[in-house]
């Protein structure tokens, strides 16, 4: 296959994709989204084939905001200290070639805490709940892959607005991808 894979993790996230772009809407955290890509990428022809993981993230940092394509992705919620001292590689940092500098923080936790804001903001850029397992399923299959992520909220008290929020990242996710594929 030639071309490209959306993926998103929501319906409300993909509703302006493009008509004619094959899309998989995975669900929310590392697990649906893993498994929904890896389902993907091995029903398909990969020749040729990039996906695109498209989605809301949070901002981590004040001022943050608009559209970003991480270069890096970090799966925040591991314990990657002690599974290296039990002598393992926890794989806990992606690059994500062509990506923009800007490093995303994903897991499994709903960021709307200060508290966790501010910790994730030492390590990371933006925070999501499925960039690094769409990522790290791509990277298995070696699929090429880019994360593209409209910030929607600042990882705090905001983030539970996101359901009224959510349409308007949607139209400038739709807006990128009108423009990048064709």
Known sequence: MTGFLIVSATEAEARYVPAGLPVVVTGLGKTAAATA??????????????VLNIGTAGALHDGVSGLFTPGRVLNHDIDADAIRALGYDPEELLEVPGGDGVTLA?????????????????????????????AYACRAFGVPVR???????????SALDWPSVVDASARILGDWLRAAVS
């Open 37 to 50: 890509t890896a389902r993907a990428l091995a029903g398909l022809s990969l020749d040729g084939l990039t």
């Open 106 to 134: 994903t897991g499994d936790r709903f960021v709307a805490d200060p508290v966790v804001r501010d910790r994730l903001a030492a390590r990371a850029d933006l925070v999501d709940m499925e960039g690094y397992a769409v």
């Open 147 to 157: 994360l593209v992520k409209h910030v929607s909220d600042t990882a705090d008290e």
